[in-house]
C-alpha cells in the first residue's frame, strides 16, 4: 500500500520570543474563526518554531492522542498534537479491532474500503482440544464485522487524518515536562524538536495520550495504581498466504507456561492480516502470586503445538518477537487535574476483560474531546473546571462497573487459571452460551437490551457497585 498522503497543514505561526520576552497564556479563540492562507500551510516536518501556542495540546499521536486531535480539530479547537516519532513507525499490538473499534473509526470518518483494511467475521476460540467459531454478533448500535491492520500503518492514517482535519501536527518531537503555573496547574509542555534543540508549548488545557509510560502524568504527580492489573503483551509477525486470508480472529485458551507448566493467565491469538501475514501473540497477567510468564518460552512451546503444515517457525517469521506493557483496568486516576487529561493507556484504559485497548482508546479520545469543547465555551475558572471534571465521570459511567468487574475476574479467575475454566467444556459444547461470554469479553452489549443475552450480561454489570465501599 501506498503511503498515506501528506496534505496541507493549517498552521498558526508563533510569534518568536527571546529569553527577555515574558511568556503569555495562550488566550482560546472563537471556535468558529480559524482561516488558513497559503502562507500558513506547511508540511508536518518542518522545524518548529521556539515556541508554539494552541488551545489545546496533544501528547503523543497514537490512537488515542490522534483519534482525540481528529474530534476536537474538527470542532473548531486549535490543537497541537505532538510525537516523538516519526510515522510510519511500528507498535507492540495484535492489530485487531472488535466491531466498537470499527464504529469509532466510522465516527471520525476513516476510509476502511481502502486498500490494507482487513476485515473479519468473528472469533474462532480454541481450548481443550475443541474450537467454537462465533459471528460478531447483529447489533444496532455497532458494524457487525471487525478489522485487522498493522499499528505500522494504522496510526499513521491517524495521524495524517488528524492533521488533515485541521490539527497541527509536529513529529519528531518529545515532550519532556510540563509547564506549570504557581497552582501546579499545567500551561503547556517543554520538548525537544527533530534537531535535539529545546521547544516549547504553551495551552491552558493538555491531553497525555502517550501510553503506557504516561511521562507526563507521572511528572504531574499522577502515579498508577499498584492494586489494579498490568498485563503484558508479547508478539510476532509470520508469513502464511492462507492463514493471513482468514476470515477469522483466532484464540487459544488453554496454554500452559513454559518451564512451569501452569495455566498461561491470558491468551493466545493469531490474527490475520491479509496481506501474507499473520500476528501471533500472547498476552498474560502476572500470576497471583506476583510472578511473571517467560512470554517467549511460551510462544515456541505454543507454535510447536500448532498444525506443522501452518509453518508458524522460524523460517516464516517475519518479524524480532517484541513485548509491551499493558496498563489495564482504570490503572491511573484522576484521569483529569489541574488542566491534564489522560486518555487512553496513559490512564490504564486497556480493558481487563480482553486486553483489547485500541477501541477504548478512541472511545474515551470521543469522550475527552466533547468534555474540552463544552470547557472552552466557559470562562477560565470555577464554571470551566465543573465542565472539565465530566471526563472522568462520563469514563466512570460508561466503563466503571465493566471494569471493576473485569478487575475481579481478572484477581480471582485470570490471574490464576487463565480463561480455561470460563471456557470449559460444558460451555464449549453451547455455541449460545460462548457467543454470550464473547460479547461480555469483547463489550458488545445494547443499552437498552435487545435479546436475553443483553438483559442477562447487564443485568450481571449493574449490580456492580459504581464505587468502592468506604470501610
Known amino acids: 500500500m501506498p503511503p498515506a498522503q501528506n496534505p496541507p497543514t493549517p498552521q498558526n505561526p508563533a510569534t518568536p520570543q527571546t529569553p527577555d520576552t515574558p511568556q503569555t497564556p495562550a488566550t482560546r479563540k472563537p471556535l468558529d474563526t480559524r482561516k488558513t492562507t497559503a502562507a500558513d500551510t506547511a508540511p508536518a516536518s518542518h522545524e518548529p518554531p521556539a515556541a508554539e501556542d494552541a488551545q489545546v495540546i496533544v501528547v503523543g499521536a497514537g490512537p488515542a492522542g490522534s483519534s482525540t486531535a481528529v474530534h476536537l480539530a474538527r470542532a473548531g479547537v486549535d490543537v497541537l498534537l505532538l510525537e516523538k516519532s516519526q510515522f510510519p513507525r511500528d507498535k507492540v499490538?495484535?492489530?485487531g479491532l472488535t466491531p466498537r473499534g470499527v464504529h469509532q473509526l466510522l465516527?471520525?470518518?476513516?476510509?476502511?474500503?481502502?486498500?490494507?483494511?482487513?476485515?473479519?467475521?468473528?472469533?474462532?476460540?480454541?481450548?481443550?482440544?475443541?474450537?467454537?467459531?462465533?459471528?460478531?454478533?447483529?447489533?444496532g448500535r455497532y458494524?457487525?464485522?471487525?478489522?485487522?491492520?498493522?499499528?505500522?500503518?494504522?496510526?499513521?492514517?491517524?495521524?495524517?487524518?488528524?492533521?488533515?482535519s485541521g490539527a497541527r501536527l509536529r513529529l519528531g518531537v518529545k515532550a519532556t515536562g510540563p509547564l506549570t503555573d504557581r497552582a501546579g496547574r499545567i500551561t503547556g509542555v517543554t520538548a525537544t524538536g527533530p534537531d535535539g534543540r529545546p521547544v516549547t508549548y504553551r495551552a491552558p488545557l493538555v491531553i497525555a495520550a502517550e501510553g503506557a509510560s504516561a511521562r507526563t502524568a507521572l511528572a504531574m504527580g499522577l502515579e498508577r495504581d499498584a492494586g489494579r492489573p498490568l498485563a503484558t503483551?508479547?508478539?510476532?509477525?509470520?508469513?502464511?498466504?492462507?492463514l493471513s486470508k482468514d476470515e477469522y480472529l483466532?484464540?487459544?485458551?488453554?496454554?500452559?507456561?513454559?518451564?512451569?507448566?501452569?495455566?498461561?493467565?491470558?491468551?493466545?491469538?493469531?490474527?490475520?492480516?491479509?496481506?501474507?501475514?499473520?500476528?501471533?501473540?500472547?498476552?498474560?497477567?502476572?500470576?497471583?502470586?506476583?510472578t511473571g510468564t517467560d512470554l517467549r518460552a511460551t510462544l515456541d512451546q505454543w507454535l510447536a503445538r500448532l498444525p506443522r503444515q501452518w509453518d508458524l517457525n522460524e523460517q516464516s517469521a517475519d518479524s524480532p518477537l517484541r513485548s509491551a506493557a499493558l496498563p489495564m483496568g482504570f490503572n491511573r486516576h484522576p484521569q483529569y487535574s489541574r488542566g491534564l487529561l489522560l486518555v487512553g493507556d496513559s490512564a490504564g484504559m486497556i480493558s481487563p476483560w480482553s486486553g483489547e485497548g485500541i477501541a477504548q482508546a478512541m472511545e474515551a479520545a470521543e469522550v475527552a474531546a466533547d468534555t474540552v469543547v463544552l470547557a472552552l465555551t466557559r470562562p477560565d475558572g470555577y464554571r470551566r473546571e465543573q465542565a472539565l471534571h465530566r471526563y472522568p465521570a462520563e469514563m466512570r459511567r460508561r466503563w466503571g462497573r465493566y471494569y471493576r468487574l473485569g478487575n475481579t475476574a481478572g484477581d480471582l479467575v485470570f490471574s490464576r487459571f487463565g480463561y480455561r475454566p470460563i471456557l470449559n467444556q460444558?460451555?464449549?459444547?453451547?455455541?449460545?452460551?460462548?457467543?454470550?461470554?464473547?460479547?461480555?469479553?469483547?463489550?458488545?452489549?445494547?443499552?437498552?437490551?435487545?435479546?436475553?443475552?443483553?438483559?442477562?450480561?447487564?443485568?450481571?454489570?449493574?449490580?456492580?457497585?459504581?464505587?468502592?465501599?468506604?470501610?
Open 107 to 139: 465516527r471520525m470518518g476513516l476510509d476502511i474500503d481502502a486498500p490494507g483494511w482487513t476485515r473479519s467475521r468473528g472469533m474462532r476460540w480454541v481450548c481443550g482440544g475443541r474450537q467454537v467459531t462465533i459471528d460478531w454478533p447483529d447489533l
Open 233 to 242: 503483551a508479547a508478539r510476532r509477525y509470520y508469513l502464511n498466504d492462507e
Open 250 to 290: 483466532e484464540l487459544w485458551a488453554d496454554l500452559r507456561c513454559a518451564r512451569t507448566g501452569r495455566d498461561l493467565p491470558g491468551y493466545g491469538w493469531i490474527f490475520p492480516l491479509g496481506d501474507g501475514r499473520v500476528n501471533v501473540g500472547l498476552g498474560a497477567l502476572p500470576h497471583r502470586d506476583g
Open 143 to 164: 458494524p457487525d464485522f471487525g478489522l485487522t491492520r498493522s499499528r505500522h500503518d494504522f496510526d499513521d492514517i491517524l495521524a495524517r487524518h488528524a492533521e488533515a
Open 426 to 471: 460444558y460451555v464449549m459444547a453451547r455455541p449460545g452460551l460462548i457467543a454470550s461470554l464473547a460479547r461480555l469479553l469483547t463489550h458488545l452489549m445494547e443499552e437498552p437490551p435487545r435479546d436475553t443475552a443483553d438483559h442477562v450480561l447487564n443485568a450481571l454489570v449493574r449490580a456492580v457497585p459504581l464505587h468502592r465501599r468506604r470501610r
Open 93 to 95: 499490538c495484535g492489530d
